[in-house]
């Protein structure tokens, strides 16, 4: 069982505020990535890591960028938060050899 | 490319009965993995179960089992005995072997009624 811990939990912000969303796992697995997930709706990975010092975009296009300095570590980072930013950010990793990915609790951010 | 459809967008189940979720997919892969995974509301999601698209027998845990077709690309999700903490979306997923990308489905939300 992988622990994976997501800060903050919940965040409200006014737009143009620059914003990281924290995303640690104690695991040491080295795949990580982040979805942006509309309520009840499908998940969409907009960042991924194989591990320190590699990142790439996912399929959905972000305005966020990503760094992974650490193999635990992985923060997302809003330079010029948006009103169309406002949702929900799933990180969650997986351990090199597996193919199961383990989620975190969600960031929930709001953008006014 | 691969994809991953689930042709219901929301299912009800009576305490007690049992419920299939559908979910097809596509792709021109041998070798990759299958997955349900399950987040309730407001709450972090969890892996139901996961199946080896090598491995002829249907993964089960507990309650849960699948009905994995390979040759029809279909791979369904049966909860047995459903209970009210059930309800929840379920979302299946798909992952070559090997690679980083992992495909979601657009989820079914379950309704388990008292």
């Known amino acids: 069982e992988a622990d994976i811990y997501q800060t903050p939990r919940y965040l409200v912000i006014g737009t143009g505020k620059k914003i990281t969303l924290e995303c640690s796992q104690t695991?040491?697995?080295?795949?990580m990535y982040w979805y942006q997930q509309d309520p009840g709706m499908e998940l969409h990975l907009i960042h991924y890591?194989?591990?320190?010092?590699?990142?790439e975009k996912g399929d959905l296009s972000s305005e966020s960028t990503v760094s992974r300095i650490r193999t635990e570590h992985f923060p997302l980072t809003l330079e010029s938060a948006r009103p169309s930013h406002t949702s929900q950010y799933l990180c969650?990793?997986?351990?090199?050899?597996?193919?199961?990915?383990?989620f975190g609790p969600g960031t929930r951010l709001l953008v006014l | 490319a691969q994809t991953v459809t689930q042709s219901q967008p929301e299912m009800s189940v009576q305490e007690a009965e049992t419920v299939t979720l559908s979910c097809t997919y596509d792709?021109?892969?041998?070798?990759?993995?299958l997955f349900w995974y399950k987040q309730p509301p407001s709450r972090q999601m969890i892996l139901v179960i996961r199946?080896?698209?090598?491995?002829?027998q249907n993964a089960t845990e507990n309650r849960f089992s699948v009905n994995f077709q390979k040759a029809a690309k279909s791979f369904s999700l049966k909860i047995s005995d459903s209970q009210l903490g059930d309800a929840a979306m379920y979302f299946c997923?798909?992952?070559?072997?090997?690679?980083?990308?992992?495909?979601f489905g657009t989820g079914t939300r379950l309704k388990v009624l008292a």
């Open positions: 969650a990793s997986t351990p090199s050899r597996q193919e199961t990915q383990y």
């Open positions: 890591s194989y591990g320190v010092n590699s990142t």
């Open positions: 695991m040491g697995h080295d795949k």
């Open positions: 199946q080896e698209a090598y491995k002829q």
């Open positions: 792709t021109s892969e041998s070798d990759y993995y």
């Open positions: 997923a798909y992952s070559s072997s090997g690679t980083y990308k992992y495909i």
